[in-house]
Structure formats: C-alpha cells, structure tokens
C-alpha cells in the first residue's frame, strides 16, 4: 500500500519540463554534444491558455464569420475570464442561440455584427436576452485534407 503512486487527472503543463530531463539513447554512456542547446517542446496548452479553468473549445458551424477568417469547422478558443469589449470577438448567446460574432458597445447600444453582408447585425437591447461567454483567443484553422477529412469521418461516427 504504502508504494501505490497515484496520478492527478489534470494537465500540468510542462513549464518545469528541461531538456536535460530527457534521458539520451547513446550507447557510450555520454550524451551528444548539441544535447545542451537543445529547445523543449512546443507546449500548445502553455501558449494558447493563459486561463485554463475559464477556457473551453467552440467548433465554428457557420460561415457568418469569414470575413475575420474564422471558417466552417474551424476550432475557437474561449476564455471566459476576459471581458467582451469593443471589436473583440466573442461568443455571445441571443435569445437562446450561440452566435459568433464581433461586439461593439457604445454609450447607449450595443451590436453584434459580422462584416458579412449575408448576416445582418444584431442591436441588443433591453427586450433581448443577451448575454457574452467568452472571448475568442485563438482559432485553429485545418488546412491538410487528410486531417480534414479524417475528423469529419470521426463526426460522423
């Protein structure tokens, strides 16, 4: 009982991570000269959540926003911790619909638009339930067809 290792279910990230932590694989026993310029990895968690636990991931299902270049299918990135302000992408519901779109507030009004003449824009107003859930950080755009392909293939599971 006492050697049972128990194991955190949540990601930590691995900013403690250093390369030299990286046991080498040569056989003399001596590790390769360019071994101590060696760069850690890309951690994506690391440089595109700066507030893990207000951060979840949006699929993009509508082309109403490709005038910002978010695109059907693409992933979006939502902090919830950042307040919506003018110009900032977010993901706001409206009278019960998720919607994507940019947010513009000025003294008295406030709108939900766009920059897409095929979407008209939204004025929010006392009688409309509105209400923000998060601003867009990042979007991850698929461009090779075989990964495309392979996760519309898992969708349709």
Known sequence: MNDE???GSSYNGSKKFKQQDVKTANA???GAAADD???RGIDL?????KNKPATYFFKMNSDAMEAAHIFMNDILIVDRSIKASNGKIIIASVNGELLVRHYYQNHDK???STNNKKHKDISIDEFTQFQSWGVVTC????IEPLLIAFNRAKEKK
Do not use: A, D, P, S
């Not at 979007?139 to 698929?142: G, S």
């Open 5 to 7: 290792i128990f194991y």
């Open 28 to 30: 003399t026993g001596f």
């Open 37 to 39: 310029y060696m760069e």
């Open 45 to 49: 968690n690391e440089q595109l959540i």
């Open 110 to 112: 406030t709108l939900l």
């Open 139 to 142: 979007i991850i755009h698929m």
